[in-house]
């Protein structure tokens, strides 16, 4: 009886070890779950997580976001949440170089750039310092903006010039305003209100979130530019403590599902978003694409712009015209 109470007390003590070293990141969330970042990017990455892992290091992904989006990287540095995402662009003046992923006529290709952003990153922007008390787990954009209206003819750059443009703030801010257009900044999921109620003419945005956001229904005219006239990035950073305390093999082995695989991921998932949602529109949306002489105006008004956001991106230390021309190159090797 005694040798049994003992095997028991043995048992319960190995079993109390495994629950106690077992670990739990928590995720915040600020995204609905059918939003492409979501299912196709976070989740598939917490699979990752506890494979890589082989179970050690769970990721729950909350029901309710613990901040508003801006606050998300406060969240992470802070320890509110292990695990945060969101766009730098939503903390004006904050983090310099992630203005490099953002600049028009980058590519076409999400994935592309995104893996670029990342390998350029990690080589040379991460030498700013802007992520304090934060690992980085990735940076990545979503796919080209373009512009979409309602009841304007964009077949002519002229139908830009005027119109009430929604904006996310950030590059599609400086970008809306050097093309003559007057930028309304507000978040995404207020795009639906602003359009269908007059208050905005059309908006910046790539394929994906046109019909994500069901604008497919209101707007009528496109705009497409090769390259883009803009795009978003992202950060997905955790808490650096809650890192630290995480083993050596643990780290290594979400370190290989991170980086420049989440990169990928995050920007396969926008490609394959963006090209879903483009032939969504077919039918409804008459699109635009910009012709040789429109694109050579379109670098005339946004060339400035680049140059202004090169020389401040400058301003952190980091030689902004050879990060450029380094991430253009690695973008090219990658859309071949």
Do not use: C
């Not at 406060?74 to 953002?102: C, H, I, W």
């Not at 922007?125 to 979409?148: C, D, S």
């Not at 599609?172 to 978040?187: E, F, I």
């Amino acid at each position: 009886m005694l040798r049994a109470l003992l095997t028991g007390v043995a048992a319960g003590l190995i079993a109390l070890a495994g629950t106690v070293s077992a670990e739990t990141l928590r995720l915040s969330n600020w995204l609905p779950p059918s939003h492409p970042i979501v299912k196709d990017v976070m989740v598939p990455w917490k699979a990752a997580v506890e494979e890589a892992t082989e179970g050690r290091v769970t990721v729950q992904i909350l029901d309710a976001p613990l901040g508003p989006p801006h606050a998300h990287y406060d969240l992470a540095a802070n320890g509110v949440a292990d695990v945060t995402f969101s766009a730098q662009a939503y903390t004006p003046g904050r983090f310099k170089t992630a203005m490099l992923a953002e600049l028009p006529f980058l590519g076409d290709s999400a994935e592309a750039v995104s893996v670029a952003y990342w390998q350029v990153f990690e080589e040379r922007l991460a030498a700013a310092g802007e992520y304090a008390g934060v690992k980085v787990l990735g940076v990545f954009t979503h796919g080209p903006g373009h512009a979409f209206a309602k009841g304007r003819d964009l077949s002519s750059l002229d139908g830009i010039a005027g119109a009430k443009l929604r904006v996310g703030g950030g590059m599609a801010n400086d970008v809306a305003t050097a093309l003559g257009a007057v930028p309304v900044q507000s978040p995404s999921s207020k795009a639906y209100e602003l359009i269908s109620g007059g208050v905005v003419d059309g908006i910046l945005f790539p394929f994906e979130s046109v019909t994500f956001f069901r604008l497919d229904g209101l707007l009528d005219q496109g705009f497409e530019v090769p390259g883009g006239l803009y795009n978003t990035s992202f950060f997905f950073v955790m808490n650096e403590r809650r890192w630290n305390r995480l083993s050596e093999a643990d780290q290594a082995a979400i370190d290989s599902v991170s980086g420049e695989a989440l990169s990928r991921l995050a920007g396969k998932a926008w490609d394959e978003a963006d090209a879903a949602g483009r032939s969504a529109l077919e039918g409804q949306v008459e699109l635009h694409v910009a012709t040789e002489e429109q694109m050579e105006g379109l670098h005339q008004m946004l060339d400035p712009v680049i140059d202004a956001k090169l020389d401040e991106i400058a301003t952190s230390g980091i030689d902004a015209k050879a990060a450029l021309e380094d991430m253009k190159a690695r973008i090219a090797a990658e859309s071949e």
